[in-house]
């Protein structure tokens, strides 16, 4: 079992920069992948990126490449969404969800945080 509590999320303005964490409970999380995916009023939940277990993968939506970097430190059991240059697009609840697989699809994820509020101002 891992459970997922997400934090970091707020009020910017557009063109600002915002730190997610992900920080997990449970002695193997090293051997999850873990995946960003966000959600804004009236969507659906979206993939915004993963990191593999040992991070030497990371692969991301195409609406984030450039702007956004996730990394782990498996000593703190904790995943970063290090989000740059942000736009009102940007807005959204996001969530970190853990799994076997480094997967885009919800359903390959098992376990899910609750949600951070991210909300960009123009």
């Known amino acids: 079992q891992v459970q997922l509590v997400e934090s970091g999320g707020g009020l910017v303005q557009a063109g600002d920069s915002l730190r997610l964490s992900c920080v997990a409970s449970g002695r193997t999380f090293s051997s999850y992948a873990v995946g960003w995916f966000r959600q804004a009023p009236g969507k659906a939940r979206e993939f915004v990126g993963v990191?593999?277990?040992?991070?030497?993968?990371?692969f991301y939506s195409d609406s984030v490449k450039g702007r956004f970097t996730i990394s782990r430190d498996n000593s703190k059991n904790t995943v970063y969404l290090q989000m740059n240059s942000l736009k009102p697009e940007d807005t959204a609840v996001y969530y970190c969800?853990?799994?076997?697989?480094?997967?885009?699809?919800?359903?390959?994820?098992?376990?899910w945080g609750q949600g951070t509020q991210v909300t960009v101002s123009s």
């Open positions: 969800a853990a799994g076997i697989a480094i997967s885009a699809r919800r359903s390959e994820y098992d376990y």
């Open positions: 990191i593999s277990g040992n991070a030497r993968t990371t």
